[in-house]
């Protein structure tokens, strides 16, 4: 029988590849910034849907009914977990995540990994409450098409978290090469 | 651009003095006061990116270009500029501005953010002469 590769472990069931593309030191920067205006994109996002909902009325020749659906704390929670999961897997060192036993003890690592994984859990349960959400209490009681736009603001803004969650470890993980500008 | 003249700085100036004239008139136009904010917002966005960028370490250490807190600042600084470019428009969309003082606020916001950048390059130091 063979041994197993050194960098293929059967037993390790968490595989975390690391994408060790050479951008530049701009690429990192850039790859910041584009993960700071996601957050914010995506937060605005729900937010508007948040004070759309609360000045919400019936428009002016018709009848007034008051609108069918608000914004309530159900459409918050997704965003919640969402953002406990971009902060869970953010705190983490990403060196301690990579595997390197050979600094510090062997049980770091895994419980980094512990860690990374209820992070990435809690971001995966924030996007499937948020269509949860979306399904259980705009599509299926059939509200009027301007009360869906809470719904899918509330998936998007859930989507753009990843995406932020996603930019930002990559840009990150960026192995930036060792220079050495001693100018004298 | 070391040598930026005078003429620069009567320039970004004018600019800035017409970007708050536009912030200001999209909040007195209608009476309503609330894309002063937008103002506030774009002057404090640079302001993360100035705190933490002394942290960065020094030119010594492997990882010169990514630390920690230098990233914390981009990051901020990134969401403060999206808020100021979302709040306008988020306002308009809830009826609460009418668009043209969200269209107004943004213009003026954008003339505030890239006077201070436009200000921040044209007379940045060259600190690396000194050490």
Known sequence: MSLPRSNYDPRRVCLTPFPNWSLGKHKRTMGIYLAGGLFALANWTFLDAAILSAHAHAPYDDPQIPPPVHVAFVDWLPGISSLLGMLVINLIDKDRVRGEDGFGDSRAVWRARLFLFIGFALMAGGLAGSVVVLVLRYVLPEVPEEYQYYGYANVSQNIALMLSSVVLWMSQSVSSEYEYNLSI | ?131
């Open chain 2, 1 to 131: 651009m070391a040598h930026a003249g005078l003429k620069t700085v009567i320039l970004l100036s004018f600019v800035l003095a017409v970007g708050f004239l536009m912030i200001i008139l999209s909040c007195a136009l209608w009476s309503n006061w609330l894309p002063l904010l937008v103002a506030l917002i774009f002057v404090l966005a640079p302001l993360p990116n100035a705190l933490f960028a002394h942290c960065g370490g020094d030119d010594f250490t492997a990882d010169y270009e990514g630390s920690g807190p230098v990233d914390l600042g981009r990051f901020l600084t990134s969401i403060v500029v999206v808020t100021g470019f979302a709040l306008p428009l988020v306002l308009a969309h809830s009826e609460i501005i009418r668009p043209g003082a969200c269209a107004m606020s943004i213009i003026g916001g954008s003339l505030v953010y890239g006077t201070i950048l436009a200000y921040s390059a044209a007379f940045k130091q060259d600190e690396s002469d000194f050490d």
